[in-house]
C-alpha cells in the first residue's frame, strides 16, 4: 500500500529555515516523480517543487525559486523540502504526493497518492 507522511512542519520566523521530510512506503522511489505542494487558507492548491527520482531533474515554482531546495534519498525513500529566507506568504500545509515521472508538472490532477501533510507558520 502507498503511503506519503510528511513532516517537519511547525512555526518559524520569517527569514527562518525549516526542512520537510517525505517518507515513502509501499513502494520504492526508484523512477517516479515526488512533488511539493501547499495550501493556504481559503487558497487553492499550489505546486512548489516536485523531483524526479531516478534521473533527480528538478523543479520549482517561480515564487519559491533560490529559496527552497527538493533533494531525495533513494536508499531511504525519502524526499526533502529544504526551505530558507521563509516568508509570511509561506504559510500554508504543505504536502508530498506521487506522480509517474514522463511529462510531469505541478498540476495537482497530474499526482496520484498524497500524504496527509504538515503545516508550516511563518510568523514574527
Known amino acids: 500500500q502507498v503511503q506519503l507522511v510528511e513532516s517537519g512542519g511547525g512555526l518559524v520566523q520569517p527569514g527562518g529555515s525549516l526542512r520537510l521530510s517525505c517518507a515513502a512506503s509501499?513502494?520504492?522511489?526508484?523512477?517516479?516523480?515526488i512533488g511539493w505542494f501547499r495550501q493556504a487558507p481559503g487558497k487553492e492548491r499550489e505546486g512548489v517543487s516536485y523531483i524526479v527520482t531516478g534521473g533527480g531533474r528538478t523543479y520549482y515554482a517561480d515564487s519559491v525559486k533560490g529559496r527552497f531546495t527538493i533533494s531525495k534519498d533513494n536508499a531511504k525513500n525519502m524526499v526533502y523540502l529544504e526551505m530558507n529566507s521563509l516568508k509570511p506568504e509561506d504559510t500554508a500545509v504543505y504536502y508530498c504526493a506521487l506522480a509517474a515521472p514522463h511529462g510531469v508538472g505541478l498540476n495537482p490532477d497530474e499526482y496520484s497518492y498524497w500524504g496527509q501533510g504538515t503545516r508550516v507558520t511563518v510568523s514574527a
Open positions: 509501499g513502494f520504492s522511489l526508484g523512477y517516479f516523480a
